[in-house]
């Protein structure tokens, strides 16, 4: 087999696999993992259910694989929180980054508050392995910018559930906010007047006004 059937077979079977995880993960935000089937997943594909099985053998090994790919997005959002970026830099852009992915990718966030909600059945593994790392790294980089006078102190970890926590509220509870709001769903104005606040209000805390 020539190297370009086989360049051709890969990106067919990547578009493939990305049609059905961008299927999958709008069927196991609606339903939940349970509830939700992969014949619904396949026919939101527009495929037949056996071609789905040949990419993902089981509903858990899909709903696996979406949910490492909500957590790797999540963390290649924070690239910026380098030792060479400036903590009030990295901040910001990490914040409206996190707000941007409510915005257009809220059915990640609700699949991720549901198996959390659920006790992490499937995630636990994969967040000790490389979530915890992950924001282990990143404490080491705040204790530098910390210790070299540029943000007060803060508890780093709790830090990052604070943004968490306001920023995927807008993916998670955004049905609550429209009502509360009156309109018909939210604005990206919504979202903006969203990061700014957040942002003024971890600014605030890490004393970097």
Known sequence: MSTQTLKRKSRIRERNEETILKAAEKIFSQQGFGAATTAEIAKSAGIP?????????????????????????????AEDFTAEHEPKEALEN???????LSRTCPEASKIFAKEIISGAPFLKKHLDKNVNPWINEKIKIFEGWIADGKMAPVDVRHLFFLI????????????QMTIVLEKNKLEK??????????????????KLN
């Open 49 to 77: 259910k056996a071609n789905l099985h040949y990419y993902f053998n089981t509903k858990e090994d899909l709903y696996l694989r979406v949910l490492e790919n909500i957590l790797e997005t999540w963390l290649i959002a």
């Open 94 to 100: 990490y914040i409206r980054t996190k707000i941007e």
């Open 164 to 175: 968490w926590s306001m920023t995927q509220t807008y993916a998670d509870f955004n049905t």
């Open 189 to 206: 104005q919504d979202y903006e007047t969203a990061a700014e606040m957040i942002i003024n209000m971890t600014f605030s805390l890490c």
